[in-house]
C-alpha cells in the first residue's frame, strides 16, 4: 500500500527534474545552437542539477499532498 502511495510522486518528481533539464537545453540551444548549450552545461551542471533536483523535488511533494 504505501508502495503504490509514494511511486505516483517519485515518478512526478523525477519526470519534473528531466523536464527541467530538456527545457534548459532545448531554449539555450534554440537561442544560441547545441555547441554552447552543452559547453554551458559542462561548466554549470553542479548548478543546474541541483536547480532541477530541487524543483523535482518539489513537484514531488506537491503530488504526495495532493494525493493526502
Known amino acids: 500500500m504505501k508502495g503504490e502511495t509514494l ?3 517519485i515518478t512526478g518528481g523525477a519526470l519534473a527534474a528531466i523536464a527541467m533539464l ?3 537545453l ?3 540551444s534554440a537561442l ?3 555547441g554552447f548549450a552543452l559547453s ?3 561548466e554549470f551542471w553542479p548548478y543546474l ?3 532541477s533536483i530541487g524543483f523535482g ?3 514531488g511533494l506537491y503530488l ?3 494525493q493526502l
Do not use: H, M, N, T
Request: cysteine-free.
Open 57 to 59: 523535488i518539489q513537484i
Open 7 to 9: 511511486l505516483k510522486p
Open 49 to 51: 542539477s541541483a536547480l
Open 26 to 28: 532545448a531554449v539555450i
Open 40 to 42: 554551458q552545461f559542462a
Open 22 to 24: 530538456g527545457a534548459y
Open 64 to 66: 504526495y499532498l495532493k
Open 32 to 34: 544560441s545552437g547545441w
